[in-house]
């Protein structure tokens, strides 16, 4: 496609479910980031994966929070029994190579996701 | 650690005037930094780099190491300039991960 592209766009969910987050990076594109943007917090990482490098998970916020990119591409976060807390808008993004003064970084338009 | 501050949460200046969006970073090592924009219903998107120089929509920014700022500038700020503005910063020779500041809502009134 011509951008990042996530799924599902919005999602409610209730609380103490589990729910699934998809990114599609740009093609040819081989590092992809998840953040997590709400109100009075701004953009907070979550993590990152560099071609076939270990990932970094240090801004996971808890156990419950996990990812995984299949095949260098796909990627899925998943939060586990989710908590009233967890709404935000997750935002994927994706770039060359690591971000430097070549590339750029480009976003999807985010999943937004409601707990109840 | 990587930490970026921004210490205004809103801004607002009448169209005309001069704006300056505050960007304060720490970093032990050489930073790279950015500022991203994010307009009403729009993704977020990089606005410009320090290492370019460069001047986008008549934004620019300078680094300052001994401040360790990055303030972002528009000598006339424009209503279409009202939007979110995020600070970042990437380390050189770092895997990559790029530091958000928690932004600042620029509102420029007519």
């Known amino acids: 496609g011509a951008g990042v592209s996530q799924s599902p766009s919005n999602k409610v969910t209730e609380k103490g479910k589990d729910v699934e987050l998809r990114c599609d990076p740009i093609?040819?594109?081989?590092?992809l980031y998840w953040y997590r943007q709400s109100l009075g917090q701004g953009l907070e990482f979550l993590i990152y994966?560099?071609?076939?490098?270990?990932?970094?998970k240090s801004g996971l916020p808890s156990d419950r929070f996990s990812a995984e990119r299949t095949g260098g591409s796909v990627s899925t976060l998943t939060i586990q029994r989710t908590q009233q807390e967890d709404s935000a808008v997750y935002l994927c993004?994706?770039?060359?190579?690591?971000?430097?003064?070549?590339?750029?970084?480009?976003f999807g338009e985010g999943s937004w996701l409601t707990v109840v | 650690a990587q930490r970026v501050t921004q210490p205004e949460k809103l801004l607002s200046v009448f169209k005309g005037a001069p704006v300056e969006l505050k960007c304060n970073y720490s970093?032990?090592?050489?930073?790279?930094l950015f500022w991203y924009v994010q307009y009403s219903r729009q993704r977020l998107q990089l606005l410009l780099r320090h290492i370019s120089r460069e001047s986008i929509k008549g934004f620019t920014a300078d680094l300052n190491k001994g401040e360790t700022s990055f303030h972002l500038k528009k000598p006339f700020a424009q209503e279409e300039d009202s939007a979110m503005y995020y600070c970042a910063l990437s380390g050189r020779g770092s895997q990559g991960n790029l530091i958000f500041g928690k932004g600042t809502k620029l509102s420029v009134k007519p």
């Open positions: 994966f560099q071609g076939n490098s270990a990932p970094d």
């Open positions: 993004a994706s770039s060359p190579l690591h971000v430097s003064t070549a590339n750029t970084i480009y």
């Open positions: 970093y032990s090592g050489s930073p790279e």
């Open positions: 093609s040819g594109h081989t590092a």
